[in-house]
């Protein structure tokens, strides 16, 4: 276990949105601050500092969830990070980006995400890819995390799927 502390935590998700051109699902990730619609487990994500869209935007994440104490207590904890864009490409339909600061037992994480169509043509549907690189998250096992990850673009290929095509 000790080892397993010292090494940096790097990976890398995917998965297939189908029915939608990589240029499409760009449009839902762009918007940086945005990202509450898509994500499953964040109630609010809202500018902090900077320019939309600029690289040095930071932005505020956070998850509201009941208090794990007691069933019966109204408290609720309020999980939190704050997030900023370190770089944009439109062209290439990529960002990346770093905690800054966050009350989740982070130290240092940088992910990017990326988009890109299946196929040359990007009419069979596309793919979004995030990777990352981090130090262990206190209270996590590697494995929890790879799990989280792969939940989360799920719930995000399949939510875009359901409300883009069926609006479209």
Same mark, same amino acid.
């Given at each position: 276990?000790?080892?397993?502390?010292?090494?940096?935590?790097?990976?890398?998700?995917?998965?297939? &949105?189908?029915?939608?051109?990589?240029?499409?699902?760009?449009?839902?990730?762009?918007?940086?601050?945005? /990202?509450?619609?898509?994500?499953?487990?964040?109630?609010?994500?809202?500018?902090?500092?900077?320019?939309?869209?600029?690289?040095?935007?930071?932005? $505020?994440?956070?998850?509201?969830?009941?208090?794990?104490? #007691?069933?019966?207590?109204?408290?609720?904890?309020?999980?939190?990070?704050?997030?900023?864009?370190?770089?944009?490409?439109?062209?290439?339909?990529?960002? #990346?980006?770093?905690?800054?600061?966050?009350?989740?037992?982070?130290?240092? $994480?940088?992910?990017?995400?990326? &988009?890109?169509? &299946?196929?040359?043509?990007?009419?069979?549907?596309?793919?979004?890819?995030?990777?990352?690189?981090?130090?262990? /998250?206190?209270?996590?096992?590697?494995?929890?995390?790879?799990?989280?990850?792969? #939940?989360?673009?799920?719930?995000?290929?399949?939510?875009?799927?359901?409300?883009?095509?069926?609006?479209?």
């Amino acid at each position: 276990m000790a080892e397993e502390t010292q090494h940096k935590w790097e990976g890398k998700a995917r998965i297939e &949105v189908a029915g939608l051109t990589a240029d499409r699902v760009w449009l839902c990730l762009e918007d940086f601050c945005d /990202f509450h619609k898509w994500h499953p487990n964040l109630d609010t994500c809202y500018l902090v500092e900077g320019v939309p869209g600029q690289p040095g935007l930071v932005r $505020y994440c956070a998850s509201t969830n009941p208090s794990s104490q #007691s069933q019966a207590s109204d408290e609720v904890t309020i999980r939190w990070a704050k997030e900023k864009l370190i770089m944009i490409d439109p062209i290439q339909r990529c960002f #990346s980006y770093e905690v800054t600061d966050n009350n989740l037992g982070i130290n240092t $994480y940088v992910a990017t995400i990326k &988009v890109y169509p &299946v196929d040359g043509d990007g009419e069979n549907g596309s793919i979004i890819e995030w990777s990352y690189v981090a130090d262990p /998250f206190e209270g996590w096992k590697r494995e929890d995390f790879v799990s989280y990850l792969d #939940s989360c673009l799920q719930f995000m290929a399949r939510k875009m799927e359901h409300d883009l095509i069926q609006t479209a």
